[in-house]
């Protein structure tokens, strides 16, 4: 009997396994990636400084955006409850209250490495964080609204990384082009982020967050997700053009049809289609970001 009972006693630990999950190692990638485009943006090459391109990356992927998949999880431990039960809170791998600790420790460690990377890296690092509260807490919770929800996680995966290792690596404002770029790129994430929000359908409706497939239908949803992510790439085009990048913009363009393309897939089958929309649609997405990302180097009095 005693060894029964030992064996069914909850547990007081995390799991480390469990510990990993809670952080999505797999979310990682969009934030590196933006911030590398970033950098390579500045102009400033990238062995004048290594240690503050490592320090960015592991400041915006496993830190940062870990700590906001921490945060998110421990809020909607009990929309995962109904969506992804297995998922490690609601599941009791990690038990009590160790994953709010677990994100307010890594948002102290977020801000310490932030001020490594001086006063541009340091504020959009307080930016990111709070973003990550606001985004899952109550009582601002803007993950409610199919609007300012996917628009700030966009602004936070490629606008706010792509901002800041411009202005690290150039220690100053990045230039216009820079910041047109990656505002673009963040707006266009908004429609990444709604067809993320296919997976949370059933718990979304039950909770009250509202988000474009609960409130506008998978379909509508759909469309008005391809309109959203393709829309600024079609502005990245022109202003590569205008920018005499005729190359670059090309490049983009091809990309731009493989989506097109992805995206016809993806209306036959909205809900069943989206996650194999993440990994070609979102792919030649991402890829096009790096390619507008060395078409701007050398211009706005950076290169």
Same mark, same amino acid.
């Given at each position: 009997?005693? @060894?029964?009972?030992?064996?069914?006693?909850?547990?007081?630990?995390?799991?480390?396994? &469990?510990?990993?999950?809670?952080?999505?190692?797999?979310?990682?990638?969009?934030?590196?990636?933006?911030?590398?485009?970033?950098?390579?943006?500045?102009?400033? !090459?990238?062995?004048?400084?290594?240690?503050?391109?490592?320090?960015?990356? @592991?400041?915006?992927?496993?830190?940062?955006?870990?700590?906001?998949?921490?945060?998110?999880?421990?809020?909607?431990?009990?929309?995962?409850?109904?969506?992804?039960?297995?998922?490690?809170?609601?599941?009791?791998?990690?038990? #009590? %209250?160790?994953?709010?600790?677990?994100?307010?420790?890594?948002?102290?460690?977020? =801000?310490?490495?932030?001020?490594?990377? /001086? !006063?541009?890296?340091?504020?959009?690092?307080?930016?990111?964080?709070?973003?990550?509260?606001?985004?899952?807490?109550?009582?601002?919770?803007?993950?409610?609204?199919?609007?300012?929800?996917? /628009?700030?996680?966009? =602004?936070?995966?490629? #606008?706010?990384?792509?901002?800041?290792?411009?202005?690290?690596?150039?220690?100053?404002?990045? $230039?216009?082009?820079?910041?047109?770029? $990656?505002?673009?790129?963040?707006? #266009?994430?908004? #429609?990444?982020?709604? =067809?993320?929000?296919?997976?949370?359908?059933?718990?979304? %409706?039950?909770?009250?967050?509202?988000?474009?497939?609960?409130?506008?239908?998978?379909? %509508?949803?759909?469309?008005?997700?391809?309109? @959203?992510?393709?829309?600024?790439?079609?502005?990245?085009?022109?202003?590569?053009? &205008?920018?005499?990048? !005729? =190359?670059?913009?090309?490049?983009?363009? &091809?990309?731009?049809?493989?989506?097109?393309?992805?995206?016809? @897939?993806?209306?036959?089958?909205?809900?069943?289609? &989206?996650?194999?929309?993440?990994?070609?649609?979102?792919?030649?997405?991402?890829? /096009?970001?790096?390619?507008?990302?060395?078409?701007?180097?050398?211009?706005?009095?950076?290169?």
């Amino acid at each position: 009997m005693s @060894v029964m009972t030992d064996l069914h006693k909850p547990r007081v630990y995390p799991e480390p396994r &469990a510990l990993l999950t809670l952080l999505k190692p797999i979310t990682w990638f969009p934030p590196i990636w933006a911030y590398l485009c970033g950098v390579v943006s500045s102009g400033v !090459p990238l062995t004048s400084a290594p240690f503050l391109v490592v320090l960015g990356m @592991v400041l915006a992927g496993p830190v940062v955006c870990g700590m906001s998949q921490a945060a998110n999880d421990w809020c909607d431990r009990h929309v995962d409850a109904i969506n992804e039960p297995d998922r490690p809170i609601p599941s009791g791998a990690i038990p #009590g %209250r160790w994953g709010l600790w677990v994100a307010l420790a890594m948002s102290v460690l977020a =801000l310490g490495m932030g001020a490594m990377l /001086g !006063p541009w890296g340091f504020g959009a690092t307080v930016f990111g964080v709070l973003a990550a509260w606001a985004y899952s807490a109550e009582p601002v919770r803007l993950k409610r609204s199919g609007v300012w929800g996917p /628009g700030l996680v966009g =602004l936070c995966y490629e #606008g706010l990384p792509w901002f800041t290792g411009a202005a690290v690596l150039a220690a100053g404002a990045p $230039a216009m082009e820079v910041v047109s770029i $990656a505002a673009l790129y963040a707006i #266009g994430a908004h #429609g990444i982020m709604t =067809l993320n929000d296919f997976k949370a359908l059933k718990g979304d %409706r039950q909770t009250g967050v509202n988000s474009l497939p609960v409130t506008l239908g998978p379909d %509508r949803a759909a469309r008005v997700a391809c309109v @959203v992510m393709a829309l600024p790439q079609l502005v990245v085009i022109g202003l590569l053009i &205008a920018w005499d990048r !005729p =190359l670059h913009a090309a490049a983009i363009a &091809a990309l731009l049809l493989a989506q097109f393309w992805a995206m016809r @897939v993806l209306l036959t089958d909205p809900k069943g289609r &989206a996650p194999w929309y993440n990994g070609t649609g979102v792919t030649a997405y991402v890829s /096009g970001m790096m390619v507008a990302a060395f078409a701007i180097r050398t211009i706005g009095g950076l290169g």
